[in-house]
């Protein structure tokens, strides 16, 4: 398809398990970040890509969180053991090289993950 | 502290009427804005965006101004149609990666019904 793909679209998991959460940019965007959004609240911004750089990772919440864009493409975001806390939509979103002009992030349509 | 704030958690306006959402900021270093449209269940929509530079960007019926000595901005969608309704979030960058926008700082969004 033409947008950001994110899979799964929904994933239950017990707390202390590990998720792994997948995320397809648009073909040819540079740029990749991850977001999470609570209920009630705007995205945060938790880390980005460029090409197969991670620029920027000031956002992950903890050491629990990772990411990897080992190719410059598809990337994944990993939750090693969850916490009931970790429950969010988790955004996906992507951007080509803009050079001198600012260029719009796209977002995918997230991953709800619930901690039971 | 919020940097972006959306003050108004909902609006209610009538078909064909203007609808005018705002946004405020604290951060004077944000050089990009955004406004995204989001549907229950999908993931952000890009709208429309200004850069610092401009007070004005228009595109078809969404018209975003900017006014950086207040350190705000609104979008209007005139005529308001039923399928404007939904979440409209505020955002705003600052950070370049070599000329790719940063991540996004988001506001907490506002509900818009547009009744028939």
């Known amino acids: ?116 | 502290d919020q940097q972006v704030k959306q003050n108004s958690p909902s609006l209610s306006v009538q078909e064909g009427r203007i609808s005018i959402l705002n946004c405020d900021y604290t951060n004077s270093m944000f050089d990009y804005f955004l406004w995204y449209k989001k549907y229950p269940a999908e993931g952000p929509t890009f709208l429309i965006s200004i850069s610092s530079i401009k007070d004005k960007n228009e595109d078809g019926r969404f018209t975003v101004f900017l006014n950086k000595s207040a350190k705000h901005l609104s979008l209007h969608i005139v005529p308001s149609q039923p399928g404007d309704s939904a979440v409209y979030f505020c955002a705003a960058s600052d950070v370049h990666y070599g000329g790719s926008q940063g991540n996004l700082i988001f506001g907490k969004g506002t509900k818009l019904s547009v009744k028939p």
């Open chain 1, 1 to 116: 398809g033409a947008g950001v793909s994110q899979s799964p679209r929904y994933k239950v998991a017990k707390r202390g398990q590990d998720v792994a959460l997948r995320c397809d940019p648009i073909s040819g965007h540079v740029s990749l970040f991850w977001y999470q959004q609570a209920l009630g609240q705007g995205p945060e911004f938790l880390t980005y890509f460029q090409n197969e750089a991670q620029l920027d990772k000031s956002g992950l919440p903890s050491d629990r969180f990772f990411a990897e864009r080992p190719e410059g493409s598809v990337s994944t975001l990993k939750i090693q053991r969850t916490q009931q806390e970790d429950s969010a939509v988790y955004l996906c979103a992507s951007s080509s090289w803009g050079g001198d002009s600012n260029q719009p992030q796209h977002f995918g349509d997230g991953t709800r993950l619930s901690i039971l």
